[in-house]
């Protein structure tokens, strides 16, 4: 069975330090890889998506980067923090080709102070 | 804009109540899924219905969409403190995006 796992689940970063969060997915392959960004008490937004190792797609124009470097891992970063950066991380995939439903990660929780 | 709006934003029932939540899209899809989230976790998928279909169930959910109206409503029946959670629409646009509605936050009153 196909499983996604994201790490770490809360995260307190002071303004300006850099950001990696990693996203792995077992059980598939080629998967679509998501970013999603969740202000609290709102909707989902559309970071970036990934159809490919190395090809990212980037929604929304921001302080935050994304990388795929390898078929099931899909890694969120940023140089150096805002405050506004602050939210509620979700990496999600899908298969390939359709669409069907979307796996979701436990999320996680960014802190910028 | 092509984001989904639902309604009500938020719910508050009894348990043993109905809860129907509402969504509507702007653009044309081939299909509109609902998913949940209880509190600090993740989505999880609950049901897809196509865009040929008019009406789906799934145990106590019951899921219609009307692509006239651009508009989908989620029914769960005989609800359960455990339903307390937020419920969002969702649907494809373009070939690799899913776009999430704005949801509904309900609670189940024990």
């Known amino acids: 069975s196909q499983t996604i796992h994201q790490w770490p689940a809360t995260l307190v970063q002071p303004v300006g330090s850099p950001l990696s969060l990693e996203c792995t997915v077992e059980?598939?392959?080629?998967?679509?890889l998501y970013w999603y960004r969740q202000a609290a008490g709102r909707g989902l937004q559309l970071l970036f998506y990934?159809?490919?190792?190395?090809?990212i797609s980037s929604e929304v124009p921001q302080n935050l980067s994304a990388s795929r470097p390898q078929d099931r891992q899909f890694i969120l970063s940023s140089k150096k923090l805002l405050l506004s950066d602050s939210g509620f991380y979700l990496c999600a995939w899908k298969k390939f080709v359709g669409w069907t439903e979307a796996f979701f990660g436990q999320g996680t929780r960014l802190t910028v102070v | 804009s092509q984001q989904g709006e639902e309604d009500p934003q938020a719910l508050s029932i009894q348990e043993g109540e109905n809860a129907t939540m509402n969504c509507s899209y702007k653009t044309s899809i081939n299909n509109l899924q609902w998913y949940r989230q209880n509190s600090g976790r993740g989505l999880v998928h609950l049901i897809l219905?196509?865009?040929?279909?008019r009406e789906k169930h799934s145990g106590r959910l019951r899921v219609t969409l009307d692509t006239s109206k651009k508009s989908s409503s989620l029914l769960i029946t005989a609800s359960r403190a455990a339903d307390t959670a937020s419920y969002f629409c969702a649907y494809p646009t373009g070939a690799n995006n899913l776009f999430f509605g704005t949801g509904t936050r309900l609670t189940v009153i024990p």
């Open positions: 219905i196509r865009s040929n279909e």
């Open positions: 059980g598939t392959s080629n998967p679509n």
């Open positions: 990934s159809v490919g190792i190395g090809q």
